[in-house]
């Protein structure tokens, strides 16, 4: 259906798979490939088809690897800061903000750029064989694609000051307990878990998952009240179409038909 370089882009029934397909750089995130995410993720948004999003890396060595070292280990002081905002805003944002379900299968290596990829995404799930971590100062740089900011949200402050300082990588099942990932499955487990999951999603409201997304969002924006996005989106619900026949399709006890 799409045509990339850098990427795979399926889809079957309502789950969409993009897949990072560049094995011989480990998936590394290059402008291109970025780029063409961003593609990706927008003609999927609205393609209302598409109830829930995968994101995973091919191979089973690495989800990605990082970004792309090659790339900016010339730039200057503008060039990296334009390097980070740029990739923030047509990526790791616009994933976050995204209004459908976006689930990061970690089928590998998942570091720097790569675990700020994973973690820009709603929510995770490893293979046992991942390694994730946020190597940048032992490239003398630091995380640029709100790994700063997304890694104590999910596993505490704490936990992610020694993960950035040492640089070091954790395992799948540490990611597991320290509420990184959500589920840690053998590789060959870790699709059909994700569609697993992807078909509890598919089962509710679309319309009512985009408002929940943006209201759990606002817990994590600066100067927003979230209480008050929930309020106004709670509200919202109510013009619906799809709460007119999530609530009759339960008062005549039936499924709803979303
Ligand atoms: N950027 C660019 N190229 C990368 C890359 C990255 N982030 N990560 C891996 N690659 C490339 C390697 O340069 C190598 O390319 P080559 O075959 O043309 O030399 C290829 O991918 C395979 O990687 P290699 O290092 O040979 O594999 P390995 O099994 O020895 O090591 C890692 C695996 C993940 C430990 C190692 O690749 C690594 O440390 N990568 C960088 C991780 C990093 O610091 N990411 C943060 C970037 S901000």
Same mark, same amino acid.
């Not at 609205?46 to 088809?49: D, E, I, R, Y």
């Not at 090659?70 to 390097?83: K, M």
């Not at 740089?141 to 700063?148: H, N």
């Given at each position: 259906?799409?045509?990339?370089?850098?990427?795979?882009?399926?889809?079957?029934?309502g789950i969409a798979?993009?897949?990072?397909?560049? /094995?011989?750089?480990? =998936?590394?995130?290059?402008?291109?490939?970025?780029?063409? @995410?961003?593609?990706?993720f927008?003609?999927l948004e609205?393609?209302?088809?598409v109830k829930v999003i995968i994101i995973?890396?091919?191979?089973?060595?690495?989800?990605?690897?990082?970004?792309?070292?090659?790339?900016?280990?010339?730039?200057?002081?503008?060039?990296?800061?334009?390097?980070?905002?740029?990739?923030?805003?047509? @990526?790791?944002?616009?994933i976050q903000?995204l209004s459908t379900p976006v689930i990061a299968?970690? =089928?590998?290596?998942?570091?720097?750029?790569?675990?700020?990829?994973?973690?820009?995404a709603h929510f995770?799930?490893?293979?046992? =064989?991942?390694?994730?971590?946020?190597?940048? $100062?032992?490239?003398?740089?630091? /995380?640029?694609?709100?790994?700063?900011?997304?890694?104590?949200?999910? $596993?505490?402050?704490?936990?992610?000051?020694?993960?950035?300082?040492?640089?070091?990588?954790?395992?799948?099942?540490?990611?597991?307990?320290?509420?990184? $990932?959500?589920?840690? &499955?053998?590789?060959?487990?870790?699709? /059909?878990?994700c569609?697993?999951v992807a078909a509890k999603i598919m089962?509710n409201s679309s319309?009512a998952i985009g408002?929940a997304i943006?209201?759990i969002?606002?817990?994590?924006?600066?100067?927003? =009240?979230?209480?008050? &996005?929930?309020?106004?989106?709670?509200?919202?619900?109510?013009?619906?179409?799809?709460?007119?026949?999530?609530?009759?399709?339960? @008062?005549?006890?039936?499924? /709803?038909?979303?």
């Open positions: 259906m799409m045509n990339f370089e850098n990427i795979l882009v399926q889809q079957n029934e798979k993009i897949t990072i397909n560049r /094995p011989s750089k480990l =998936n590394a995130l290059n402008k291109n490939t970025i780029a063409e @995410l961003h593609e990706a927008k003609l609205v393609n209302k088809a995973t890396g091919s191979g089973e060595k690495a989800f990605v690897a990082g970004a792309d070292i090659s790339e900016f280990a010339n730039f200057s002081v503008e060039e990296g800061t334009e390097l980070a905002r740029k990739g923030q805003e047509i @990526l790791f944002d616009f903000n299968a970690i =089928n590998g290596f998942a570091l720097g750029g790569g675990l700020e990829l994973a973690m820009a995770r799930i490893a293979s046992s =064989n991942a390694k994730m971590g946020l190597p940048e $100062v032992s490239l003398g740089v630091i /995380p640029g694609y709100g790994g700063t900011q997304r890694l104590p949200q999910l $596993v505490g402050k704490g936990k992610a000051m020694e993960m950035i300082m040492s640089a070091s990588m954790i395992s799948a099942e540490e990611a597991k307990e320290w509420g990184l $990932v959500n589920y840690v &499955v053998e590789h060959e487990e870790l699709i /059909p878990l569609e697993n089962r319309v408002a943006k209201a969002n606002a817990n994590y924006t600066n100067c927003v =009240n979230g209480y008050s &996005v929930e309020i106004e989106n709670f509200g919202i619900s109510f013009g619906t179409d799809d709460f007119k026949e999530g609530t009759t399709a339960f @008062l005549e006890k039936r499924k /709803p038909n979303f």
